[in-house]
């Protein structure tokens, strides 16, 4: 029986995107339904969920600069936008591609069966008024999804006030966005109580998680090393996991720096950022691939503990009673399945959240273990998942170009104000005289020294200069293959120079090139055929 099933597969599976919503719609979401899942954790995954572009969610307190963030990242306004130093996107607003600009409300949004939205009907009217969609015809958006999120306050007054559960929805998004951008500014540190309320409901989701410091060319160096120091603190504390959350640190607009001390810091940070969220589209299946594998372990465990309680419910006395106490001794059925069945601590929904849940529940409509349910998941985690991972690697290097384009990410690319243009191994690309001739009477002082023979020295004359410079071996022995332009083993004047030109780019801490650049190649050894 199980050899049928391998010679179906590959027909079952055409693309990545079909082989997931498959694999959930017949083996996954028969064990959700079962043990009601999606009472307790997270709705039911419809078609869009699946085939829907990349999102990335943008959350933060009021005034960090988000809604000015997309517009930075776009290069354009969106429709429904509004900025200002007060509260004043008090909305959700998904910014997507369209035809043509326009603006659909939040009760229109959850039927339309095309968006991944329709399970966020929810969360209520209340919710709903404060929900659209802004769509409008911009390059970046062909690639991306970006969700812009109501500013968070501080106070119990504006938590009350909203009239929906703001961390659920956030946690809602959480579960299917690919990127969660955290904002910060530099100049208003202090975290909410409902902002730390958010990071906590965002715990499980830390893989997917970057820190943006904004607005930090409004303080100087040495203020941005305190506020750097107490940023990271503060986040110790609140995601309490040994690993450091990966900080950018910049001014995300298209404004002149206030103060520009650290214009290379916030050029290669907002390099780094970019290149984060353009890899988007090409790691968008592996994501998807696995946020079903966690779910699927969620699943499971959910199963072992609606089962666990069924089993202990008495069939006709007491079974109110019962009821209160197995909610209250929940830990004990944790660990109990724990090691029964060999699962992960941190495979367990949150305790307290469990119990309120179940306060609500009708245990006896609960239903008993189905072995085969779980057999079949364990199956798909086993060798479907596999199956599909391979798929995974197949159609990233099918589209190895797949990346966001357009809007400020151009910016980045290429010209002069490229990042890191004329730095390192890039400098003096555009001039007409050989960057080296600077240098080469120093340099060539050292190579006479080293008794050339014909005009050049041997490898074990030039090592022993070279080792001068510190650097490693494999460093040096690359910087050798580079220089070695004719590639016979020695070094002529001009090869000599080149060398020691590419370990001072080295030594002021720059990457050195894969290949030769062409104004980095020796004038004599111009027009001559190169070969690796």
């Known amino acids: 029986m199980f050899r049928k099933t391998l010679k179906k597969d590959p027909e079952l599976f055409q693309n990545v995107s079909e082989g997931l919503r498959k694999l959930y719609r017949t083996k996954l979401f028969p064990l959700e339904d079962t043990y009601r899942f999606h009472d307790f954790h997270s709705p039911a995954l419809e078609d869009a969920d699946f085939d829907n572009k990349p999102m990335v969610l943008l959350v933060g307190q009021y005034s960090t600069g988000k ?7 776009m290069e354009q306004d969106f429709p429904g936008m509004r900025i200002g130093p007060e509260p004043t996107t008090d909305s959700f607003i998904a910014v997507m591609h369209g035809e043509q600009d326009g603006v659909i409300p939040g009760n229109a949004l959850v039927v339309d069966p095309k968006k991944p939205f329709r399970k966020l009907n929810a969360f209520g009217n209340a919710f709903l008024n404060r929900f659209m969609c802004a769509q409008m015809p911009n390059p970046v958006l062909e690639s991306i999804s970006i969700i812009d999120t109501p500013g968070i306050l501080s106070g119990e007054k504006q938590r009350i006030s909203r009239g929906y559960d703001f961390a659920a929805v956030l946690e809602w998004f959480a579960e299917r966005v690919d990127r969660i951008i955290l904002l910060f500014d530099a100049h208003k540190l202090d975290i909410s109580d409902e902002f730390s309320e958010v990071i906590r409901a965002l715990k499980n989701h830390e893989d997917k998680m970057r820190v943006v410091l904004n607005k930090a060319d409004q303080i100087s160096t040495q203020q941005l090393m305190r506020v750097y120091g107490a940023l990271m603190w503060s986040l110790g504390k609140i995601i309490n996991t040994p690993e450091v959350v990966r900080v950018y640190i910049g001014s995300f607009w298209a404004q002149p720096l206030l103060v520009p001390d650290n214009r ?19 790691n968008a299946a592996l994501r998807k691939l696995n946020d079903l594998i966690k779910r699927a372990r969620l699943a499971k465990v959910q199963a072992y503990i609606i089962s666990s309680l069924k089993k202990e419910m008495p069939s006709v006395f007491g079974k109110e009673a019962k009821k209160k106490e197995l909610i209250s001794n929940l830990g004990e059925i944790y660990q109990k399945i724990e090691k029964e069945h060999q699962i992960s601590p941190g495979d367990f929904p949150k305790l307290e ?15 008993a273990l189905k072995p085969k349910l779980l057999e079949t998941v364990e199956d798909m985690l086993a060798n479907d998942i596999a199956r599909l991972m391979a798929m995974v690697r197949q159609e990233e290097s099918a589209m190895p170009s797949q990346t966001v384009k357009g809007g400020a990410f151009e910016g980045t690319m290429s010209g002069p104000f490229g990042h890191g243009y004329g730095e390192g191994a890039s400098e003096g690309i555009d001039e007409l005289e050989w960057v080296v001739v600077r240098d080469k009477p120093t340099y060539d002082e050292i190579f006479y020294t080293l008794s050339p023979i014909n005009g050049k020295v041997s490898g074990a004359a030039a090592k022993k200069e070279m080792l001068k410079s510190k650097l490693p071996n494999t460093v040096l022995g690359k910087i050798w293959k580079l220089a070695d332009v004719d590639k016979d083993g020695f070094l002529d004047d001009e090869e000599f120079a080149l060398a020691n030109h590419l370990i001072k780019v080295k030594l002021e801490g720059h990457e050195l090139p894969a290949s030769l650049p062409e104004h980095l190649v020796p004038p004599s050894k111009r027009g001559t055929v190169m070969q690796a």
């Open 67 to 73: 809604t000015t963030f997309i517009r930075h990242l």
């Open 264 to 282: 290379k810091l916030f050029e290669a940070e907002e390099q780094d950022l970019f290149l984060d969220i353009q890899s988007l589209p090409r």
């Open 353 to 367: 959240k469990m119990q309120e849940l179940l306060n609500g529940q009708d245990f006896t409509k609960f239903s």
